[in-house]
């Protein structure tokens, strides 16, 4: 079974341009969960996906940020106009529905996109 | 709102040595509780989770930690590193059934000596 994948691995842009980072969760999983690492911090939760629709969109810094999940099969995330404390690793997470009782499923994650902003 | 402590961002430890991970978080509600490791160039792969059964949980590779409410502690152990152990380790908690967001530590780096 094919895990979760990520696209670019890496991409480096100029402040101002735009950029669009694409997950595809693993197949058949409800829930897409995007996260950030800045340098030095620590990973933060930006939003979650259950299908097509946004759950939960707490922690996206900013408008620049959209996020989307067409047809509730993969997901992009882009950003625009980046900027340059945009920059660090954007990860991107699955799992399945949520059993019955509300049990925490496991969160997959892709290998993340590093992203650098000059 | 929750939060996690790693403490010590390097960890340093020779290979056959007791690794030891230390992680506390702060919860409103009864956590869910996880660590996850990264290899270079990879994502990051679950380890353990506790989920309110048994407190002393087992993960793969050999780790293992233990939910102590009372010290609102998960430390991470595994009684003999090697050298493939060399990786950035994340503790994160999360509400369960209330929101399955993670909340993550710092993350911890571990170094293994031959």
């Known amino acids: 079974e094919a895990g979760v994948t990520q696209f670019p691995s890496h991409s480096v842009i100029e402040k101002g341009q735009t950029v669009t980072l694409r997950c595809d969760p693993i197949?058949?999983?409800?829930?897409l969960y995007w996260y950030r690492r800045v340098m030095g911090k620590e990973i933060k939760f930006l939003l979650h996906?259950?299908?097509?629709?946004?759950?939960?969109e707490s922690g996206m810094p900013n408008n620049r940020f959209l996020a989307e999940r067409t047809g509730g099969t993969y997901s992009t995330l882009k950003v625009q106009p980046a900027e340059l404390e945009d920059s660090g690793v954007y990860f991107c997470?699955?799992?399945?529905?949520?059993?019955?009782?509300?049990?925490?499923?496991?969160?997959?994650f892709g290998p993340g996109t590093r992203l650098l902003v000059l | 709102a929750q939060s996690v402590t790693q403490l010590g961002s390097h960890v340093s430890v020779s290979e056959g040595a007791l690794v030891l991970l230390r992680c506390n978080y702060s919860?409103?509600?009864?956590?869910?509780l996880f660590w996850y490791v990264q290899y270079p160039n990879q994502g990051l792969q679950l380890l353990l989770k506790?989920?309110?059964?048994?407190?002393l949980v087992k993960g793969i590779n050999g780790f293992e930690a233990e939910f102590k409410k009372s010290e609102t502690s998960f430390h991470l152990t595994k009684p003999s590193a090697h050298m493939s152990d060399a990786a950035e380790y994340f503790c994160?908690?999360?509400?369960?059934?209330?929101?399955?967001?993670?909340?993550f530590g710092g993350g911890t780096r571990v170094l293994v000596k031959p």
């Open positions: 997470a699955s799992s399945q529905a949520r059993t019955s009782g509300g049990v925490q499923e496991t969160q997959y």
């Open positions: 994160a908690v999360s509400k369960g059934a209330a929101g399955n967001k993670l909340t």
């Open positions: 919860s409103s509600v009864p956590p869910y």
């Open positions: 506790y989920t309110s059964a048994a407190t």
């Open positions: 996906f259950v299908k097509e629709s946004k759950q939960d």
């Open positions: 197949s058949g999983h409800d829930n």
